[in-house]
């Protein structure tokens, strides 16, 4: 039987995809329940505007109706009655429309709330995921750091100023438990540096470059703190102190350091 592939261990969990699209539902609703609001509260204006032309029409019907006599009265009594029909169906959708809009008030809250909480239950798959994810691309980092250590190990030999700057720069930590904090104003980076030198020493490869380096940094550094020529007149003199001849010798410089130059 063929067996399927592996899972990538950086695949979406069904948790998380759930999580993720419990909150973008929650959103979603929010955003309805916003639409039908502003939906609402733009009928409402229409059916006050409606009612109040009504109100008015409904007036002077009334009055013209107290005023009218013989044939007139029955055709404006009918007119008024159409007017209160009309004028009452406008009303009382705009009860029903005022009423959508207090209970959709009483929700709005709940469903803002029921994001929060959906994007806390987020939160946590995420971490979990993400502290999983960085578990599996440990090993990869550390394998790839440790063909770029060799590279940065080579640096350290060959010293320098701007190898110095270089290697104290470079710097790759283990994905697993890294963590950069705030200090004193600054960051600091809480996690071991994967290129930093082997303590058993360099390798094959940086040793020997070290070794051929070495004596010519000391060259250059001898020849830096080599003294200025001082005429033998102005040399000074050996003198005897309770007949012992003291002689002054100049100091020999110091050892190179590989770093420097």
């Given at each position: 039987?063929?067996?399927?592939p592996a899972a ?26 916003s ?26 019907a ?68 993400c ?131």
């Amino acid at each position: 039987m063929k067996q399927s592939p592996a899972a990538s261990p950086y695949a979406v969990t069904p948790e998380l995809q759930s999580a993720s699209t419990a909150v973008a539902d929650a959103i979603a609703l929010c955003k309805r329940l916003s639409d039908q609001l502003g939906a609402t509260e733009s009928q409402i204006k229409g059916l006050e505007a409606d009612v109040e032309q009504l109100t008015a029409e409904r007036a002077t019907a009334e009055a013209a109706l107290a005023l009218a006599d013989g044939d007139a009265v029955k055709a404006l009594d009918k007119t008024a009655l159409r007017l209160d029909s009309d004028l009452g169906a406008k009303e009382r959708e705009l009860r029903r429309l005022r009423a959508r809009i207090t209970a959709l008030e009483v929700e709005g809250p709940k469903l803002h709330e029921a994001v929060r909480l959906r994007a806390q239950e987020l939160d946590v798959e995420l971490g979990l995921w993400c502290t999983d994810a960085a578990d599996a691309l440990t090993p990869e980092v550390e394998a790839a750091a440790k063909q770029l250590a060799a590279a940065i190990e080579k640096a350290h030999a060959i010293g320098g100023p701007t190898m110095r700057d270089f290697t104290d720069a470079a710097y790759v930590p283990r994905p697993s438990g890294f963590m950069r904090q705030r200090v004193n104003g600054g960051w600091y980076n809480a996690g071991a540096n994967l290129l930093q030198p082997s303590p058993q020493g360099l390798g094959e490869e940086a040793a020997a470059i070290h070794s051929q380096i070495s004596p010519i940094r000391q060259a250059a550094l001898n020849g830096k703190v080599y003294p200025e020529y001082v005429p033998l007149a102005r040399r000074p003199r050996p003198y005897v102190r309770k007949g012992i001849e003291v002689r002054q010798f100049g100091t020999p410089a110091p050892a190179a350091d590989s770093a420097e130059q």
